[in-house]
């Protein structure tokens, strides 16, 4: 079936560090990707989302593309900043019993130090 | 503006216990659901609604009982509470059932440990 694989955490990074965290998919059809991040304390909240191959999401400086040739969605910051510091989830999206399901990685924790 | 709400933040159990976790928005979204959180396993799908009137089970339902009389509530109520129920749980809403287009948003979340 459809997954979600992520790379484990925790990462940790001094500030200003480029960040790379790594998720791969497994899909039937032709999913939806996203980035969730959870800060301390929180629900999650949408970082970015590509609908369809090619297409790049960014938000807050992050980034991420849709590479359907490499089944990734690989996320991507230039400078990290302290308050970066959260788990951050990757998710898909499939069809089933005539709904869209989201189905997420098991998150990677992000530690970034001043 | 308050989003999606839960209650209670916090919450002990003992086993076989019963209880029932609050879920509310007010974005008038038609499809919402729970989700679990545990360590090293991302979020889990437990039960969702498409709309009042109509819920369906998720990925992980066993235990879990859950109810849409309104589109603002949706209440998660465990029958018999057990030790592997202990985690945190999340709930969420979106507009339509297309999360492609949609914007899900998640409630802070209750953690529930059961003893």
């Known amino acids: 079936g459809d997954s979600v694989t992520q790379m484990e955490g925790p990462v940790t990074l001094s500030e200003e560090a480029f960040l790379t965290i790594n998720c791969t998919y497994t899909?039937?059809?032709?999913?939806?990707l996203f980035w969730y991040v959870q800060y301390p304390g929180e629900g999650l909240q949408l970082l970015l989302k590509?609908?369809?191959?090619?297409d790049k999401g960014s938000n807050k400086g992050f980034e991420a593309t849709y590479r359907k040739e490499t089944t990734s969605f690989h996320l991507e910051k230039g400078s990290v900043q302290v308050s970066d510091s959260a788990v951050y989830f990757c998710?898909?999206?499939?069809?089933?019993?005539?709904?869209?399901?989201?189905?997420f990685g098991s998150g990677t924790r992000l530690l970034v130090r001043p | 503006n308050a989003g999606v709400t839960q209650t209670p933040k916090f919450q002990v159990l003992k086993t076989g216990q019963s209880m029932t976790l609050q879920c509310a928005q007010d974005?008038?979204?038609?499809?919402m659901s729970w989700y679990r959180q545990d360590p090293g396993m991302g979020l889990r799908l437990i039960h969702y609604?498409?709309?009042?009137?109509?819920?369906d089970q998720g990925e992980v339902p066993n235990g879990y009982n859950v109810s849409r009389s309104t589109t603002e509530d949706f209440p998660l109520r465990l029958l018999s509470a057990a030790p592997s129920q202990t985690s945190v749980y999340f709930c969420?809403?979106?507009?339509?059932?297309?999360?492609?287009?949609?914007?899900?948003?998640f409630g802070p979340g209750t953690r529930l440990t059961v003893l």
């Open positions: 998710a898909l999206t499939f069809w089933m019993d005539s709904s869209y399901k989201l189905i």
């Open positions: 899909a039937t059809g032709y999913p939806s």
């Open positions: 969420a809403s979106r507009s339509s059932g297309i999360p492609a287009t949609d914007t899900q948003y």
């Open positions: 609604s498409v709309g009042a009137g109509i819920t």
């Open positions: 974005m008038n979204h038609e499809y």
């Open positions: 590509a609908t369809k191959a090619d």
